[in-house]
């Protein structure tokens, strides 16, 4: 056996191992006594819960340049901003038990958001890899799960139950983008721009990306003649905060309280409410990821919303809970001993985060025992008469 092939047996052996064993996921969450003091919302890897594996070495080598190089560095850390703030906006999301055909609607309608995380990690690989073309597609799949994300939650609130979830997932429901992007945000004034900005951006992404496009649009016209990184592919994280922006715009609409920091020990120790509430350290995240003024006019909007005072009124309502209290509520048996409240308070946040997840996932079937059968049916000499017997 040669060297080569000695490496990939370890690889695939890996891969086999992988495959075998139960799946995990990490989820991070951190926590600063006094937040205003961030000045760096930190690295890739944390951020995104990346392992130096799931790098290459064009990605390792595009990232050392974006996080050092003056040219490229403050757009960069625009983008991480943004991507921390993106983050940050799971934790507001409530869990209502209301009417629904299946239990684990509750759970699986937060899919959209969590499937746009994961289309957005591998748009942001793709672009340290040089994969132009690539990159495109994601945004568009990114943007178009995250109106869905958005049009469902407001559907699910004017109705007052989960049915258009059940019909999705069920298959009986796919709206046009047109009715997706009407009901995506309120009917108002303020929301006006966003919905015309989110519209852009979806026509913009299906010309240049999505559909066979024009010469102009090629990635060739940046040095890429084949899939490699170039000089003017470095700047790909200019494209990603162009599509995050308005996707962060929306969700600051619809979750108000994102824009009103409470702290959630005091109130309720370690039996957090299932979203709804957000701590100073999201809050600070979310400030520093848009300017001054946009933040006031997201702010001043947020305010005069019905769930801010509902919510605010419920958090008010209940009595404060001194130190021990809030001790008293943690979980010793199941999670160990508490060394401070800070503590605590990361990891009771990064669980949920990791629960909200895996649960809005879609268990999987096996593939069907006949797999060789379906493949001989589609050699042409078969498919000529099989597909005749299809509906």
């Known amino acids: 056996m040669t060297d080569n092939e000695k490496t990939y047996s370890v690889f695939l052996k890996e ?11 990490a989820s991070y969450y951190r926590s600063m006594t006094d937040p205003s003091l961030m000045c760096d919302p930190g690295s890739l890897h944390t951020i995104l819960c990346l392992e130096k594996k799931h790098l290459s070495e064009t990605a390792s080598n595009s990232l050392e340049i974006l996080e050092h190089e003056g040219n490229f560095k403050p757009s ?3 983008l991480k901003w943004k991507l921390s703030a993106y983050l940050a906006v799971q934790d507001v999301f409530p869990s209502p038990i209301i009417r629904s055909r299946n239990d684990l609607t509750l759970f699986r309608q937060w899919y959209f958001y969590y499937e746009a995380k994961y289309i957005l990690i591998e748009a942001i690989l793709s672009g340290l890899n040089g994969f132009h073309a690539a990159l495109g597609l994601l945004l568009r799949l990114f943007l178009e799960f995250s109106l869905l994300q958005n049009h469902l939650y407001r559907k699910i609130c004017e109705n007052n139950d989960y049915s258009v979830i059940d019909d999705y997932f069920d298959q009986k429901f796919n709206p046009n983008w047109s009715t997706i992007l009407n009901g995506c945000l309120p009917q108002n004034s303020f929301c006006k721009p966003i919905r ?7 026509k913009g992404l299906s010309q240049s990306s999505t559909h066979p496009y024009q010469p102009i649009y090629s990635p060739k016209h940046i040095g890429a003649f084949v899939p490699e990184q170039s000089l003017e592919g470095l700047f790909f994280s200019f494209k990603i905060s162009m599509i995050l922006e308005p996707v962060l715009w929306m969700y600051f609409v619809n979750f108000p309280m994102l824009f009103h920091p409470v702290d959630i020990e005091k109130k309720f120790g370690f039996n957090y409410p299932v979203g709804l509430f957000i701590d100073e350290q999201g809050a600070t995240i979310l400030k520093k990821s848009i300017p001054e003024e ?9 305010k005069n919303s019905d769930d801010y005072k509902n919510y605010m009124d419920f958090y ?11 001790l008293a509520t943690w979980d010793k048996e199941c999670k160990g001993e508490l060394d401070n409240i800070i503590a605590g308070h990361c990891m009771q946040m990064a669980e949920l985060r990791g629960l909200r997840e895996g649960m809005a996932l879609q268990s999987r079937e096996e593939p069907p025992e006949i797999i060789d059968t379906i493949s001989e049916n589609l050699r042409f ?3 000529r008469n099989y597909y005749k017997t299809l509906k």
Request: net charge negative.
């Open 76 to 78: 960069w850390i625009d």
């Open 316 to 326: 008010n309502s209940r009595e404060n809970l001194n130190h021990e209290q809030i």
């Open 15 to 25: 891969l086999i191992d992988d495959s075998m064993s139960p799946k995990r996921y």
């Open 294 to 302: 946009d933040y006031i006019l997201f702010y001043e909007y947020s």
């Open 196 to 202: 015309k900005r989110l519209d852009i951006h979806l």
């Open 381 to 383: 000499c078969n498919w």
